[in-house]
Nanobody
Framework: QVQLMESGGDSVQAGSSLTLSCRLS?????VGWFRQAPGKEREGVAA????????HYADSVKGRFTISRDNPKNTVYLRLDNMQPEDTGVYFC??????????????????WGQGTQVTVTS
């Protein structure tokens, strides 16, 4: 089973930028970033597929977030630009997606990290 560890969460002001890292114990073709705000369900933010890195984004973060991967380091990054208070939440990375699962389907991933807190204040 793939082990994942997120890092990079912080408390920032609106308009700021952060880069989150997800270190994997081994390569996984499909890796997703999810977030969960207090009192809300976990939602897909972005995902990346393949060694080359075919990205997917939620409409709410398109143009502001960028997902990328460094395969030799087994690390997937999520760059968050122009952050807004609604971006606040615990950010999780996930891997080992089940065949046929949609990139943003929470139940489609079998391995999860512990999460990293991101707080954006206005």
């Amino acid at each position: 089973q793939v082990q994942l560890m997120e890092s990079g969460g912080d408390s920032v002001q609106a308009g700021s930028s952060l880069t989150l890292s997800c270190r994997l114990s081994t390569y996984s073709t499909h890796v997703g970033w999810f977030r969960q705000a207090p009192g809300k369900e976990r939602e897909g933010v972005a995902a990346i597929s393949g060694a080359v890195g075919d990205p997917h984004y939620a409409d709410s973060v398109k143009g502001r977030f960028t997902i990328s991967r460094d395969n030799p380091k087994n690390t997937v990054y999520l760059r968050l630009d122009n952050m807004q208070p609604e971006d606040t939440g615990v950010y999780f990375c996930a891997a080992a997606r089940r065949p046929g699962a949609y990139w943003s389907d929470v139940s489609g991933y079998t391995s999860w990290g512990q999460g990293t807190q991101v707080t954006v204040t206005s």
